[in-house]
């Protein structure tokens, strides 16, 4: 593989997990926005319980396309900086480009997100038992 494939190799996996962000706070903020303009008179624990469920089952099969997209990222990375590539370009742009390419732990992945989980879920709940004067 040329050294040009695995940059853009390396930056079309950056924008996957940028779709991958943008599709989680989306319907964070959706489902937010839902549960904060419900009327009272609705079954809100039901809905909630069901749309609970629903982003549980939405935000483990993101974090797994979250957490492909890493290790794809990290990947690519190894085989730059380990100069692993054919059709080399100069070693200084190699290394100007090498020295940019960090990609964030799984760790950091997982925990930002389950984090956000966390907050939505405390969030939808707050808003769900919140008494409203209508």
């Given at each position: 593989m040329d050294f040009k494939d695995l940059?853009?190799?390396?930056?079309?996996?950056?924008?996957?997990?940028?779709?991958?962000?943008?599709?989680?706070?989306?319907?964070?903020?959706?489902?937010?926005a839902f549960f904060g303009s419900m009327k009272?008179?609705?079954p809100k624990r039901l809905i909630a319980g069901?749309?609970?469920f629903?982003?549980?089952?939405?935000?483990?099969v993101n974090l797994d396309a979250l957490i492909d997209a890493t290790n794809a990222r990290r990947a690519v990375q190894s085989l730059i900086v380990a100069k692993q590539?054919?059709?080399?370009?100069?070693?200084?742009?190699?290394e100007k480009i090498s020295a940019t390419i960090t990609p964030?732990?799984?760790?950091?992945v997982a925990g930002v997100h389950l984090g956000g989980d966390a907050f939505a879920h405390a969030g939808i709940w707050f808003l769900v038992m919140q008494k409203r004067r209508e």
């Open positions: 940059v853009t190799l390396y930056f079309e996996r950056s924008n996957a997990m940028q779709t991958y962000w943008n599709f989680y706070i989306t319907i964070i903020l959706a489902l937010l009272a008179v609705t069901i749309l609970s629903c982003f549980v089952v939405f935000a483990g590539f054919a059709n080399p370009p100069s070693s200084e742009v190699v964030p732990t799984l760790a950091w």
